[in-house]
């Protein structure tokens, strides 16, 4: 079985629910709380564990119960924890996230050990048999650029799930073979609005003239799907009660590797992400 690695962030997440976010000077009461295994690369690599890939992952916890909860929670989705680095006196990143009513949600990130993730001397089996790396924009960008350009010498395919939004320097675009951003970071990439299944795929066609693959994904209208010198194709968004929406993209993602790797083709492998997408935004995410 060829493997993915995921390289990013893992955050020690506390999850409150409420009616409402709060605004400026306002205090919620809110009606739940848990604390659950994050990180958008962290959340990736289980996804695509789950779905029935082998999975290594590259990153960094601090030396602390939130630490222990994390590697624990990957390794009991099955994913190689060998190139999690461990800091002794920098904490383990986490965030704080508010799902709302409507299911929607905002956070707060403090990456902690996700800004001293080391890269320089990764050993040569962490490469071996991998079919695809997998990266995001919670860490560092020199470590995804140190990253990809290790993986294109070795002709691994790099994919970037570009979340949070920042540019991408062409030294890391270069090396990338897959885009997959939502309505917001595309806008932010090609200063196209992602309103709909039409700008979708008017902002799909403009990135693509940078990435030789992309995916938009649009939220309630879908997604579009690009590559380089062909037709955009597009996959409506399957009916569903939305409970929360946090997650799905990372959900999404990591589905979509493991199609890839399996030998799906990039629609093929987009369609089975829309729908773990879907079946994972209509669950609760706090007990």
Known sequence: MKNIIVAGSLHYDIMLAAHHRPEKGETVMGSGCSYKFGGKGGNQAVAAARAGAAVRFIGAIGADAQGEFLLTALRGAGVNTDAVMMHPDVPSGMSVAISDAEGDYGAVVVS???????????????????????????????????????????GIAVCINAAPAREIE???????????????????????EVTDLASAERAAQKLAEDFAQVIVTAGEHGLAV?????????????????????????????????ALVSGCSLIE???????????????PTIA
Do not use: Y
Request: glycine share 4%.
């Open 170 to 192: 062409k030294s890391l675009a270069d090396c990338v073979d897959l885009l997959v951003v939502n309505a917001v970071e595309a806008r932010d990439m090609c200063n196209i």
């Open 269 to 283: 492998a987009a369609t089975k992400a829309n729908q773990a997408a879907a079946e994972h935004v209509s669950r």
């Open 112 to 154: 902690n050990a996700n800004l001293h993730i080391n890269v320089t001397a990764l050993p040569d089996e962490l490469w071996q048999d991998a079919a695809l790396l997998v990266l995001q924009n919670e860490v560092p960008a020199s470590v995804n650029l140190q990253l990809a350009q290790q993986a294109r010498q070795k």
């Open 226 to 258: 690009c590559q380089s010198g062909e037709p955009v194709q597009s996959l409506s968004a399957i009916p569903v009660t939305l409970i929360s929406t946090h997650g799905a993209g990372d959900c999404f993602v990591g589905v979509l590797s493991q």
